[in-house]
């Protein structure tokens, strides 16, 4: 192999929506090692494509890992997108020769072609194809990077063009099929195909099958258990506390060799178990738009999303109430309902103000004056602490901070 | 909008029957059949007096067909009795509308008067307004 010269070149443009990069003043941890991941996921499908190639071969070329290495260039300040460069060897306007090809062929790049790979990847799964081709790890990473992105946003591989001259190769992709893809990157590792019915515990619980208990409590993910009488029983009691979000699903899954759950096959059918799926509803409430009111109404800003949703989940956890039902209101706030027992009915309204939020509250159930102001709260221990009061005492004289 | 009802009050019953007034309810504002108080809020624009249609004039789907036919969006209707605002001191009058002063034809129209409560009463209203309510809702065939 000729000596390379290296460059940085743009491989990817990550575009974000809800604030995660800029409304903040940064991009969170989180992000980073979700972005971390692609690097990873391209990395093993580049071997695996190299391998398809040269099935006679058992390691890499020497200088295979070099070849490729991702740096984040930029974030565009209010563009909400990243720009992420891959820096790669400069292989010169004929292309890089491959010199185990006849006739000086041109080697084709595994990197970019991984790129593409996972890009159909996710394609295929979008339209519920259900082939997908790759190693497991590197799906199980695409995934990973995947679920950083949601709706409408978009990530553009911008990949070398295999034609000397030709303009890059730019592939978009989005959210949809994160999930099936995760589901997908179980299932390549050669399971055994059985009928079984299973429950999906989604959202926000992580799920301990060993010592069958709630082992963590998270957004996005999916663990699988069967269903068997304890696990229904179990699943029950989780759902009658009225605090988690709870999707059973129903299909034919795969185990692979140990035994172990591997991935579903075929159609799957898919319910709620217990209140009203809070993260399902702000999701579909983030595609308002401004004038959702028959031309009036106010969309809520993104960031009132991930605050809004801190707010009631904090409430539902200290307070022990079940997950409220979630509005929009006219002036772009987010009202949280809760029927409590004894037809009680509570709403605690959120909206964006300069530096926060602020929470307006209506007990009904309270003896106040109709013209009496609401409660208001811009801190979340106030807000609890006249909660739990007012939860506790049917008659009580509590006030706003 | 109207500022003042264009009709009479609508009485509390029809002969034996109590007459029922629906409020079409906006899809947003319908979370698993269950309907937000803020289906019965105000907005500045109108002037204290709240739409809602005559149910001596129209059923219920009927209502929601005349609310969707008006090019607004509607996914069902939410009915009470005009005795239950009377209950809150609330009275409902008649408010046809016509195409010279509308822009459509409306015979069902009519206002309930909330122009007596100020803001946060009238919220508080709405509260209590949608837990007495009969929520229906209907297909859109569009």
Redesign the interface.
């Known amino acids: 192999m000729a000596e390379d010269k290296f460059a940085k070149r743009p491989f990817m443009t990550v575009t974000l929506d809800k604030g995660r990069f800029t409304e903040e003043g940064g991009i969170p941890l989180a992000v980073l090692g979700k972005l971390a991941a692609i690097e990873g996921a391209v990395r093993e499908m580049a071997r695996h494509v190299f391998f398809e190639d040269h099935p006679d071969k058992k390691h890499v070329r020497d200088g295979f890992d070099e070849q490729f290495r991702l740096v984040i260039r930029s974030l565009t300040t209010g563009s909400q997108s990243l720009a992420i460069d891959r820096w790669s060897p400069i292989y010169g306007e004929e292309g890089k020769r491959d010199d185990d090809a006849p006739d000086g062929a041109v080697e084709q790049d595994e990197y970019d072609l991984a790129a593409l790979r996972l890009v159909e990847v996710g394609e295929a799964a979008r339209q519920e194809d259900g082939t997908v081709a790759g190693p497991r790890g590197s799906l199980a990473k695409f995934g990973r990077f995947l679920s950083l992105l949601e709706g409408d946003e978009v990530v553009d591989f911008i990949v070398q063009s295999q034609e000397p001259g030709a303009a890059p190769a730019v592939r978009c992709l989005d959210r949809r099929a994160a999930r099936r893809v995760e589901l997908a990157a179980a299932m390549s590792a050669d399971p055994k195909e059985e009928p079984y019915n299973a429950v999906g515990v989604v959202e926000r619980v992580l799920f301990d099958k060993r010592q069958a208990r709630i082992r963590k409590r998270e957004t996005g993910r999916c663990v699988l258990v069967p269903t068997t009488a304890d696990s229904e029983a179990l699943l029950g009691d989780i759902a009658s506390d009225g605090r988690t979000d709870l999707v059973r699903v129903v299909g034919t899954v795969r185990r692979n060799a140990d035994g172990d759950l591997a991935g579903f096959v075929g159609d799957l059918t898919f319910s709620r178990i217990g209140g009203p799926s809070l993260a399902a509803r702000l999701v579909e409430l983030e595609k308002l738009q401004d004038g959702w009111l028959d031309g009036a109404g106010k969309a809520p800003r993104p960031v009132l999303f991930r605050r809004a949703a801190d707010i009631a989940w904090t409430i539902v956890e200290r307070l022990g109430l079940s997950r409220p039902y979630v509005y929009p209101t006219p002036d772009g706030g987010l009202q949280f309902e809760w029927d409590l027992d004894g037809d009680r009915g509570l709403e605690v309204t959120v909206r964006h103000i300069r530096n926060g939020w602020e929470a307006a509250v209506l007990a009904d159930w309270l003896d106040e004056d109709d013209d009496a102001e609401l409660p208001r709260f811009t801190k979340m221990p106030n807000l609890l602490d006249w909660l739990t009061r007012a939860i506790a005492v049917d008659e009580d004289d509590v006030d706003g901070d | 909008m109207a500022t003042e009802p264009r009709g009479p009050e609508i009485p509390a019953t029809n002969g034996d029957h109590p007459v029922v007034v629906y409020r079409a309810v906006?899809p947003?504002?319908v979370?698993?059949g269950?309907v937000?108080?803020?289906a019965y809020?105000l907005?500045g624009?109108d002037g204290g007096l709240l739409s809602v249609r005559d149910g001596r004039v129209v059923s219920a789907e009927e209502a929601c067909h005349r609310h969707r036919a008006q090019?607004?969006?509607a996914a069902g209707v939410a009915a009470l009795q005009v005795q239950d605002y009377h209950g809150h001191n609330v009275r409902v009058f008649e408010d046809p509308c016509t195409v010279a002063e509308d822009g459509f034809d409306d015979d069902s129209h009519a206002l309930a008067d909330l122009r007596a409560?100020?803001p946060?009463?009238a919220?508080?209203?709405g509260?209590?307004l949608v837990?007495a309510s009969t929520v229906r809702l209907f297909e859109d065939a569009a």
């Open positions: 906006h947003d504002f979370q698993e269950r937000t108080s803020q809020r907005s624009a090019g607004r969006r409560l100020s946060t009463a919220g508080r209203l509260k209590k837990r």
